[in-house]
C-alpha cells in the first residue's frame, strides 16, 4: 500500500520526512461500505425546462454557485467524517477514514482574519490509524505539520502540502480539502464544459447518501473526448444542511458496453456544522492530540 523508501545515506530530516510519504488528504468524495447508502431507489430524473439556448448544464451550475455562496456566507467552520477512495498510480485504492476538522477562511476590509484550517485524523485501515495532519494557511511558512503512528511517532515533520512526499498516494494536497474547495471545484469543471456539448444532465430528487435525503445531480458526457475530465460525475448534496456531502466521478469504460471505471470519490459523514473551532483546534501542542 505505501511505497518503500531506502533510509541509508539520507539524512535525519529526510528520514523524518519518509515516516509520512503516505499522507492521505482529499479534496473536493460504490461499492463498498462508503457508497451502499448512496445509491438506493431514485425515482426517474426530474425534467428541467431549458430557455433557448440554455446548456443542459446550466441549471446545475445554477445549484453549485448557489451551493458555494451559501458555504462562504453561511459556514464558518465544521467537523465530520471524510470517506474516502482515489485511483492512482497503482490503481483504486482501499477506502481511508478520517476525522477532519475545517474551518474556512474569513476577510475583513480586504485582509484575512481567520486563515483557512484543516485538522485531519486518520481512523482506518489499521495501517495509517492515529496518524494526525495539521495546515493553517499562511502558517508555519505555508507547510503542514503531521507525525506518524505508533513506534514511528518519533518527530514532527513539515512538508510542502504540493511536495512529492506529501503528494504520494494521493490526488490532492490537504489546502484543497472540504466541502467548499468540491463545490468550487465542481463549479469550475461544469463551467470549462459548457463550452462544448455532448453533456447529459440528470436531476434525482429523492436520493440518499447514509439515510440522508438528497439532492443527486448526475452529470454524463457519453463521448470520450480530451477536453472533458470524467465520462460520469455524480454530486450529492443534503436537503437539510445545504452543503455537498458526497462526490464521485468514473472515466469511460475499457470496453463498448462495459462498466464504467471508478477514480474517485468522497463521503462527508456525520457533519457538524459551526461547532465553533478556534485557533487550538489547529495547534499540534494541544493535549488532545498526540504530536511528539
Not at 15 to 33: D, F, G, N, Y
Not at 99 to 110: A, F, I, S, T, Y
Not at 193 to 216: H, I, S
Request: with cysteine.
Amino acid at each position: 500500500m505505501q511505497k518503500a523508501i531506502h533510509l541509508r545515506n539520507v539524512s535525519r530530516g529526510a528520514r523524518a520526512q519518509a515516516l509520512v510519504v503516505s499522507l492521505c488528504l482529499a479534496l473536493c468524495c460504490s461499492s463498498a461500505p462508503a457508497a451502499e447508502s448512496a445509491t438506493g431507489t431514485v425515482k426517474p430524473p426530474a425534467v428541467e425546462e431549458k430557455s433557448p439556448g440554455e446548456h443542459p448544464l446550466d441549471p446545475a451550475l445554477a445549484i453549485a454557485r448557489d451551493g458555494v455562496r451559501r458555504l462562504q456566507e453561511n459556514v464558518r467552520d465544521y467537523t465530520a467524517t471524510l470517506v474516502k477512495r482515489e485511483r492512482i498510480k497503482k490503481g483504486l485504492g482501499e477506502y481511508q477514514y478520517l476525522h477532519v476538522k475545517v474551518r474556512h477562511r474569513r476577510n475583513e476590509n480586504g485582509r484575512t482574519v481567520v486563515p483557512f484550517s484543516v485538522y485531519v485524523r486518520f481512523l482506518a485501515p489499521d495501517s495509517v490509524a492515529g496518524r494526525e495532519v495539521i495546515w493553517v494557511e499562511g502558517q508555519n511558512d505555508d507547510k503542514l505539520i503531521a507525525h506518524e503512528t505508533g513506534i514511528k511517532n518519533l518527530l514532527r515533520v513539515n512538508l510542502e502540502p504540493t511536495g512529492f512526499l506529501a503528494m504520494m498516494g494521493n490526488r490532492y494536497p490537504i489546502s484543497k480539502i472540504g466541502m467548499l474547495h468540491l463545490a468550487e471545484e465542481m463549479l469550475a469543471k461544469g463551467s470549462r464544459d459548457r463550452q462544448y456539448g455532448e453533456c447529459e444532465v440528470q436531476f434525482f430528487d429523492n436520493a440518499k447518501v447514509d439515510g440522508r435525503a438528497c439532492q443527486l445531480i448526475r452529470v454524463t458526457h457519453p463521448q470520450r473526448r480530451p477536453y472533458f475530465e470524467f465520462y460520469r460525475a455524480e454530486i450529492f448534496v443534503d436537503r437539510e444542511l445545504n452543503v455537498p456531502i458526497r462526490y464521485a466521478a468514473w472515466t469511460w469504460p475499457a470496453e463498448a458496453g462495459g462498466e464504467p471505471v471508478l477514480e474517485e470519490e468522497y463521503n462527508y459523514r456525520d457533519v457538524q456544522l459551526n461547532v465553533g473551532l478556534t485557533d487550538r483546534d489547529f495547534d499540534p501542542d494541544n493535549p488532545a492530540y498526540k504530536f511528539p
